[in-house]
């Protein structure tokens, strides 16, 4: 078996740093208008404030996941347990933050329906200036992060155009879509509590609860399924493709075995077992390989024909 020289294996993305520091501010926010929305729900009596306020509060939560993997990872960035260093950590954030926002939404939906069946009074005036200041905590959480979130994928656009799914940080994408989760709450509890307050529709303020909670539940498996395929190193069926064209085109060799997993945001593993005719070799093999910019990691196994 031949490999490449001798490197390190940190595979953390481009921005991580820079993604760590976003996500500790928004934490930090999140967590400072959790406890004013909380409060604001409970003496207004409005559950669609109080859903967003517990809302946000398991936000806070997962959002401090976000930071920690962070943290974790680059901390043992260069840890000799992990075969292919931490890249993956943040998945694993990315995960758990997933499975929490299942939770919260099943939790809204049910608080909401149980407001719905027996209807409160609500403060609309003060639940909907607090809704509103939420509101705008939320856009700059989502203005922070949004950044982060835009150069992670242009920075994979720029180093491997041809596999788009090269540069997902699925921690920063799981703190994202809790502050653009959050920011639906608010935008809801916004439309039901000023409808409760001029029409008098006070049943529209659970209703947008459990329409909420639907959408909510749609991101958590979307980003759910995203994070656990690279956690189970699904292999990246058009990078595989793309290797196994570059490997075998010239006619010279044939690909027996192909191993291809995510080890970081922007980075990939690739073992290829190939029969080949003399006199290729597998530093032939290799610079066949060069122009595939999302594979960090490649080894290449060599039998000949």
Known sequence: MTTGHTHDHVFLGSQHDENAKRTLWVVMLTVVMMVGEIAAGYLTGSMALLADGFHMATHAGAL???????????RNANNARYSFGTGKVGDLGGF????????????IAVESVMRLLQPAEVQFGTATLIAVVGLLVNIVSALLLGHGHSHDHDHAHDHDHEHHHAGHDNNLRSAYVHVIADALTSVLAIAALLAGRYLGWVWLDPAVGIAGAVVIARWSWTLMK??????????DAQMAADIRTRVEQPGDATVTDLHVWRVGPQAHAAIVSVLAHPPLDADSVRERLKPVHAISHLTVELRRA
């Open 226 to 235: 995203s994070s656990a395929s690279v956690l189970l190193d699904q292999t």
């Open 96 to 107: 758990a933050s997933a499975l929490i926002l299942g939770l919260v939404s099943l939790g």
């Open 64 to 74: 401090g996941i976000a930071a920690a993997a962070y943290a974790y990872a680059r």
